[in-house]
């Protein structure tokens, strides 16, 4: 897949999940790295799709409050070059003591 395709496919997959009509793992590639900067016990890199799934997202996701799961709620640019793409965007989501939590 070209850049531009891939950069286009991944704005597509943002807003499926932004809108509720898609999941996050939408945006991953089987291939993926996701790092994790910090000091803690989760502060590393996570290999492949499942990995990210299983181990970063899943715990997160338990946080969050049924029904109101962490969304895009604005998508600030999509961009690719290569093989790389890197979206920047704010989130927010209902943890599970009812407190909003915000992110960029």
């Known amino acids: 897949m070209t850049s531009l395709r891939r950069q286009l496919a991944r704005g597509r997959a943002f807003k499926r999940w932004r809108d509720g009509t898609g999941a996050v793992g939408g945006l ?6 996701w790092r994790s900067e910090g000091t803690s016990v989760a502060a590393k890199d996570y290999r492949g799709r499942q990995a990210v799934m299983d181990e970063v997202l899943a715990p997160f996701g338990a946080r969050l409050r049924l029904g109101e799961p962490f969304r895009p709620t604005t998508i600030r640019s999509i961009t690719a070059d290569g093989g790389t793409v890197v979206g920047m965007w704010d989130g927010r989501g209902i943890a599970n003591d009812s407190v909003p939590y915000v992110n960029s």
Do not use: D, G
């Not at 991953?28 to 790295?33: L, N």
């Open 28 to 33: 991953f590639p089987p291939e993926i790295v």
